[in-house]
Each structure stands twice: as C-alpha cells, then as structure tokens.
T-cell receptor
Framework: AQSVTQLDSQVPVFEEAPVELRCNYS??????LFWYVQYPNQGLQLLLK??????LVESINGFEAEFNKSQTSFHLRKPSVHISDTAEYFC?????????????FGQGTRLTINP | DAGVIQSPRHEVTEMGQEVTLRCKPI?????LFWYRQTMMRGLELLIY????????DSGMPEDRFSAKMPNASFSTLKIQPSEPRDSAVYFC????????????FGEGSRLTVL
C-alpha cells in the first residue's frame, strides 16, 4: 500500500520569495506522482505529474517538482511566488497497475502568500 | 467542455433529514469517485465506480451512506439519516478507467448538518 507524507501543514511566505513544499511517499511498487492544487472554495486541480522519463516536471504557472527515487520524495518548488498562488497543495501517489483507482492523497499544505 | 458538475453547492439541513448529493461526470469518463474533505481527516475516498459498477465502497463510513450510479452520466450520494458529524465538503471526481491518476474534480457540495 502507498502512503504520502506532507511534512508541512502550513507554509507562509512573502510575495516573490521562493517556496518548497515537501512530499515524501512510501510504496512497495513503482508509482506515479502528482501535485494537485485547491484554490479557495473550489475542487482539486492537477498541477503537475510524474509518470516516467525526466525526473523534473513543470507546470504552466512556474511550479516544478523533482522525483527522487532514492529519497522517495517529490518536492514542489517555485522560485518566485505570487499572491495568486495562495491555495492548498496536495501531493498524491498511485501505483502503476491500478492508477487512479488507488490514488492516495497527502494531508495537504496550505500555502499563504504575504504581500 | 463541461467539467464535473455537482449539486447542490451548499446544503444546510437538520439532523435526521435525508441528504442527496448529485454528480454528473465528464462525458466519456467511465470512472467516478466520491470523496469527503474535512479539516480533521483531510480528503477521504468514500466509493468509486467503474463503468457504473461500484468497485470499492470500503471508505463509506456506515450504513447511513449509500451511493448509486444508474447510468454513465449521473451518480448520487445519499445520507439517511444525516448527523452533525457528516458536515463536510463532498467532492465527485471522474476519470478514465486505468488512468494514471489524473482525476477531474467537481467544485464540491458543502454540507452542514445542524
């Protein structure tokens, strides 16, 4: 079975500062990894995903995450955040056989951007 | 294209009343998931369907909860009778069977049971 640990429940940062949201997972099988974002009063949206290939994946709004198999991590980073990035971010893992049927979410990290 | 559509967006009811939440998945998706989100427990998978058939309902809290999917474009989650501890945001999500893990979520139904 998979599990996901998001090490920080809340991360406050100043606008234009860099940010890293940490995610560690455990699994006995090969996995797919995801970051979802939830803006206030909305559902979750896929931000980026690692399926295979390059271990560094990027989103269209400047976030990136790197799959580190040896450290079983998939940390999310952005070099310069904006007020509009205020949201809750969920790391998730699924196994390569059952995919979405066995998607496991972390507890979420609330990112707050201060002006 | 229309996304996952949920109704109602907000529901306030009194303890003991029946609550029905509705979901229309994205056309062409054949997997549907019901999640519950609370501050205390985070995001919990309640049940999911493949091709309208319930596959795993182990996350359904108790017999007061039931879910149906009578056709590919509609699902309901019913709570009868409702209790204050059922207060949460309920999300419906859809995907293709065997998709890698990309789910498409609705905007949720916020339930408050007084």
């Amino acid at each position: 079975a998979q599990s996901v640990t998001q090490l920080d429940s809340q991360v406050p940062v100043f606008e234009e500062a860099p940010v890293e949201l940490r995610c560690n997972y455990s699994s006995s099988v090969s996995v797919y990894l995801f970051w979802y974002v939830q803006y206030p009063n909305q559902g979750l949206q896929l931000l980026l995903k690692y399926l295979s290939g390059s271990t560094l994946v990027e989103s269209i709004n400047g976030f990136e995450a790197e799959f580190n198999k040896s450290q079983t991590s998939f940390h999310l980073r952005k070099p310069s955040v904006h007020i509009s990035d205020t949201a809750e971010y969920f790391c998730a893992v699924s196994d390569r056989i059952q995919g979405a049927q066995k998607l496991v979410f972390g507890q979420g990290t609330r990112l707050t951007i201060n002006p | 294209d229309a996304g996952v559509i949920q109704s109602p967006r907000h529901e306030v009811t009194e303890m003991g009343q029946e609550v029905t939440l509705r979901c229309k998945p994205i056309s062409g998706h054949n997997s549907l998931f019901w999640y519950r989100q609370t501050m205390m427990r985070g995001l919990e998978l309640l049940i999911y369907f493949n091709n309208n058939v319930p596959i795993d309902d182990s996350g359904m809290p108790e017999d007061r909860f039931s879910a149906k999917m009578p056709n590919a474009s509609f699902s309901t989650l019913k709570i009868q009778p409702s209790e204050p501890r059922d207060s949460a945001v309920y999300f419906c999500a859809s995907s293709l069977v065997r998709a890698t893990g990309e789910l498409f979520f609705g905007e949720g139904s916020r339930l408050t049971v007084l």
